[in-house]
């Protein structure tokens, strides 16, 4: 049927509808003329929301003043490399990819922009950071809620496309690439994607799962309930909340050395860090001082942790002599830069305040380019399509423990060693004993 001859007044409501539109247009254009000739600013920012975007490029952006287009996305982009693949297609075809700001909060985070500092702007640190002295890296993420609520959300995610394949692979790519030519966002970005390039597929045997159940026992009423309690998740969902990837690069500097990745919620805490660790100190001179403390007569291997959240803070753990005994006794301590302490005074920014000023500045470090996260699905995709075909083990696991057992057990195979009786300062001050209370 013909619309128009159905409604005769329909043709009428739409030029009125165009010209009053055109009417407040011009309005608002004559008045932001006229304050901008008082003003030398000539920048103009307009936030558009969902599928208005393609109306703003192609209708509203050629009628402007000459000046910048900046778009901001925020993640998910996309939900598979090939989704993620189709949405860069349709973005290249209203935008060029300098226009694209793409948008990882973690990346405006303090203590993750400082990773480029501490590793380039330190010989101490450059000499050591290669295969020849750490052992293994591992990325953390925890949580210590539930999906309260949101779980019909989080479902059609799950924690890998939610953590791992962002924010913990965009902190991977900063902790293991090469030195970039110059501080510029394209040298830094390409030193990100070669790196990433590196990553071998990750075999499914190098990879653990979970999904969290109530607590019954526990006094906390949160803690009692299960994922799958969540009225908005399907009863029979498989999506995990904890998972556990390691991942091997293969180029000259890491061939050999683990990269996991670990990422879970309702667990005992919330904490996101990196901990570097370093490999064992040769020779046996101090076996016998330790034996009493350390059945196995192991030293503790020195780590390097930067803590992202909460409590921002870099610290070196390592071995010295205990202070007022005789002989050599060897305890675990740490050399510590805890901001909260060092930097009293000193407000940290938001991240999302970091990076919008980015977008202001035409900055790029700090956001994601369309190989950068190409690479990053090619990394996860083939794990994705296993746990979407339920050919990965589910493993349950309380609301409120430590982490997986068998997460652990796959970290100590690929040569990460958690001995579990070292506290950092901070953690002593508080109401936590010990480590192993955490494990419990």
Same mark, same amino acid.
């Given at each position: 049927m ?5 409604n005769?007044h ?37 936030f ?12 509203i ?36 990819e300098?226009?694209i ?14 990773i480029?500092?501490?590793r ?30 949101r ?18 692979i ?24 070669? *790196?990433l ?51 091997n ?40 001082d ?8 192991? *030293? ?18 390592l ?33 999302y ?21 190409q ?30 057992r ?16 070292? *506290? ?7 109401s ?7 494990k419990?």
């Open positions: 013909d619309q128009n001859k159905s005769p329909s043709s009428s409501i739409s030029q009125t509808t165009r010209e009053t539109v055109n009417c407040i247009f011009e309005r608002l254009r004559f008045q932001i003329t006229r304050l901008e000739s008082a003003t030398p600013l000539t920048s103009h920012i307009f558009i929301f969902g599928a208005s975007g393609d109306l703003a490029k192609k209708k952006y050629p009628t402007l003043w000459p000046g910048w287009l900046r778009l901001i996305v925020e993640k998910p982009f996309g939900k598979d490399l090939q989704s993620s693949n189709k949405l860069s297609e349709h973005l290249s075809k209203c935008y060029v300098e226009e700001y793409r948008i990882d909060h973690y990346l405006g985070k303090e203590m993750v922009q400082n480029i500092v501490l380039f702007a330190n010989h101490i640190l450059s000499r050591v950071w290669n295969r020849d002295s750490i052992a293994a890296v591992i990325i953390i993420f925890k949580e210590d809620i539930g999906t309260q609520g779980g019909g959300y989080f479902d059609q995610f799950g924690i890998i496309r939610d953590v791992i394949q962002n924010h913990l965009q902190i991977l790519s900063i902790v293991g690439m090469e030195k970039p030519r110059s501080t510029k966002g394209e040298d830094i970005r390409d030193e990100k994607v070669k *790196l390039r590196c990553i071998s597929p990750v075999k499914p045997e190098d990879v653990v799962i979970g999904q969290y159940i109530g607590d019954k026992n526990s006094t906390n009423v949160e803690h009692q309930q299960g994922y799958l309690d969540d009225k908005t998740v399907p009863d029979n969902s498989t999506t995990p909340t904890y998972a556990q990837l390691i991942l690069i293969n180029n000259e500097r890491w061939a050999g050395v683990p990269f996991i990745l670990r990422a879970g919620k309702a667990l005992n805490e919330k904490k996101a860090e990196i901990r570097i660790q370093f490999r064992d100190a040769p020779g046996a001179m101090f076996d016998e330790i034996r009493e403390s350390d059945p196995n007569g192991r *030293l503790a291997r020195d780590e390097l942790v930067i803590r992202v959240q909460p409590n921002e803070a870099i610290y070196l753990k071995n010295t002599k205990r202070p007022g005994e005789m002989g050599f006794s060897i305890e675990e301590t740490e050399l510590d830069l805890t901001y909260g302490h060092r930097y009293q005074g000193v407000k940290l920014p938001d991240a305040e970091r990076l919008i000023l980015d977008v202001f500045m035409g900055s790029k470090i700090n956001f994601v380019r369309s190989d950068e996260l690479e990053a699905w090619r990394i996860v995709d083939p794990i994705l399509e296993l746990i979407d075909q339920k050919k990965l083990p589910l493993i349950p696991y309380k609301f409120g423990v430590f982490g997986i068998e997460a652990f057990e796959a970290a100590a195979k690929h040569g990460y060693i958690f001995r579990g009786t070292y *506290l950092w300062k901070d953690e002593r001050s508080g936590i004993t010990s480590k192993e209370e955490k419990k």
